[in-house]
């Protein structure tokens, strides 16, 4: 495997596969994808495409916070990220170089994609549980010691689907916030859409698809998410 960096590594994989050689040689790939991995930590330099989508993704990722988001990633991928006292705390101390902005005492447990950081507010306490996804091409704010449960998706963006003259992916995107208040839960698999407030106290079901706005203390479910009950304070 010759050592030219990314187009070579793509260059030897592409003629290997066309040749029918690649069988008993795959270590040779990997460890010329390992060398880019090692450029780009000893650089902090790599290359990030346009978005075909018409988004900005590669001026979210651009300047030298990237690092540090990539560098979550890639610890995310070791086993050091399944010890998870350690690793809550390794995330933390890189949050401060990855979020917009950031409370004390925030949690994140292994897996979570973050696209950028660069667009997110976070309050003290949040907590961000395994393999949820924070889409932040537009901006996210959520509020202090709210919890955002596993598989959960936050995504701020869609797609332009009536520009007849480009095809449908292409279209370009649309974009709009989402807030989250203080001590809410967006539960199991859930999905809060582009646009969407949520208030304070908040309880979204597990599966349920965040459509509406939600006023602070309403337990809400399904797809599109609708009011189930209200939250009453226990009596002293």
Not at 59 to 86: E, I, K, N, Q, V
Not at 125 to 148: A, C, K, L, Q, Y
Not at 209 to 215: A, E
Request: glycine share 12%.
């Amino acid at each position: 495997m010759t050592e030219r960096g990314e187009a070579g590594v793509l260059a030897d994989l592409e003629a290997m596969v066309e040749s029918g050689t690649l069988v008993g040689h795959g270590a040779e790939l990997l460890a010329g994808a390992a060398n880019l991995v090692d450029s780009f930590l000893a650089t902090g330099r790599f290359g990030v495409a346009e978005d075909p989508f018409g988004g900005k993704d590669a001026s979210l990722l651009g300047d030298d916070h990237a690092y540090y988001l990539m560098l979550w990633r890639l610890f995310d991928r070791t086993p050091a990220a399944m010890l998870a006292d350690f690793a809550i705390k390794v995330r933390r101390i890189l949050a401060g170089k990855v979020f917009k902005q950031v409370g004390e005492g925030v949690i994140f447990h292994h897996d979570v994609y973050i696209l950028s950081g660069q667009n997110t507010v976070l309050g003290d306490g949040v907590f961000v549980n395994r393999g949820s996804t924070i889409d932040d091409r537009g901006p996210i704010t959520i509020g202090e010691h709210t919890m955002i449960a596993a598989g959960a998706i936050l995504t701020t963006h869609g797609h332009i689907l009536n520009d007849f003259s480009k095809p449908l992916p292409f279209g370009g995107r649309t974009m709009a916030p989402i807030t989250i208040g203080s001590n809410s839960v967006v539960g199991f698999r859930s999905v809060v859409m582009p646009g969407v407030t949520i208030g304070d106290r908040v309880i979204v079901a597990s599966n349920s698809v965040v459509t509406k706005d939600i006023p602070d203390r309403w337990v809400v479910g399904g797809a599109p998410a609708k009011k189930i009950k209200e939250l009453v304070p226990l009596e002293a």
